[in-house]
C-alpha cells in the first residue's frame, strides 16, 4: 500500500535536546511538506521541499531543520533553539497532478 | 499572507445538514481544498474546487466562488462519524511554488 509513514507517533523530550521526527513516502511524490498544529490554530507550514536535495523556509521555520537526501525521506529536526516546540506535527506529500495533499498520521511531541 | 476564516465549532442533529463556510484572501489563487479531520489523526481529503460552482461528491458537497473569496462544505445526511474538524485549504500560486494555507478548522459535533 502507498502512503506516508511517520514516527514516532508520540515523543517526548527534555528542554535543550534535539529531537529529528522522520517522515518516508512511497507514493514517489516530488514535493514534501512539514506543518504544524496547535489547538484553535490553522495548521502552519514550518518547511517544505519540491524536489531532492532542495527545500525551502515555511512560515514558522525558527528553530527547526531539514534535509531532504531521498525523495522518499524528509525528516525535521526540532533544535532546542524551537521555544514552544510542544505541538502535533504533520507530514505530507503532494500528487503534482490533482495537487492533493497526502498526510502521514502525525507525530505529538511533548517537551517535559 | 491570506486570511482564512471559517467558524470554530458547529453542532447538528444525526440526519441533518450543517454548511460549513470559509472566506478568504489571497493573491495568486490557485484552488480551494477541504480537509476532514478526526481528533488526534491525519487530514484526510474531500474535495477541490478550482473553478466557480458547485462539485458534489456523495453526502459531501463544496461550493466556490472566486470573485466574492468565499466557498462552503455542505454534509448532508449527518451520521455520527462525521464529528471532526473540517479544514479549509487554500492554494495560491508565488513564482514557481504552490502553497497551501490552512484555516484553524471547524470542529463539527453531531448529536444522536
Known amino acids: 500500500d502507498g502512503g506516508i509513514t511517520q514516527s514516532p507517533k508520540y515523543l517526548f523530550r527534555k528542554e535543550g535536546q534535539n529531537v529529528t521526527l522522520s517522515c518516508e513516502q512511497n507514493?514517489?511524490?516530488?514535493?514534501m511538506y512539514w506543518y504544524r498544529q496547535d489547538p484553535g490554530q490553522g495548521l502552519r507550514l514550518i518547511y517544505y521541499s519540491q524536489i531532492v536535495n532542495d527545500f525551502q523556509k515555511g512560515d514558522i521555520a525558527e528553530g527547526y531543520s531539514v534535509s531532504r537526501e531521498k525523495k522518499e525521506s524528509f525528516p525535521l529536526t526540532v533544535t532546542s533553539a524551537q521555544k514552544n516546540p510542544t505541538a502535533f506535527y504533520l507530514c505530507?506529500?503532494?500528487?503534482?497532478?490533482?495537487?492533493?495533499?497526502?498526510f502521514g498520521e502525525g507525530s505529538r511531541l511533548t517537551v517535559l | 499572507g491570506q486570511n482564512i476564516d471559517q467558524p470554530t465549532e458547529m453542532t447538528a442533529t444525526e440526519g441533518a445538514i450543517v454548511q460549513i463556510n470559509c472566506t478568504y484572501q489571497t493573491s495568486g489563487f490557485n484552488g480551494l481544498f477541504w480537509y476532514q479531520q478526526h481528533a488526534g489523526e491525519a487530514p484526510t481529503f474531500l474535495s477541490y474546487n478550482v473553478l466557480d460552482g458547485l462539485e458534489e461528491k456523495g453526502r459531501f458537497s463544496s461550493f466556490l466562488s472566486r470573485s466574492k473569496g468565499y466557498s462552503y462544505l455542505l454534509l448532508k445526511e449527518l451520521q455520527m462519524k462525521d464529528s471532526a474538524s473540517y479544514l479549509c485549504?487554500?492554494?495560491?500560486?508565488?513564482?514557481?511554488?504552490?502553497?497551501?494555507?490552512f484555516g484553524a478548522g471547524t470542529t463539527v459535533t453531531v448529536r444522536a
Open positions: 505530507a506529500s503532494r500528487n503534482r497532478n490533482t495537487g492533493e495533499l497526502f
Open positions: 507514493l514517489n511524490h516530488d514535493a
Open positions: 485549504a487554500v492554494r495560491r500560486k508565488a513564482s514557481n511554488d504552490y502553497k497551501l494555507s
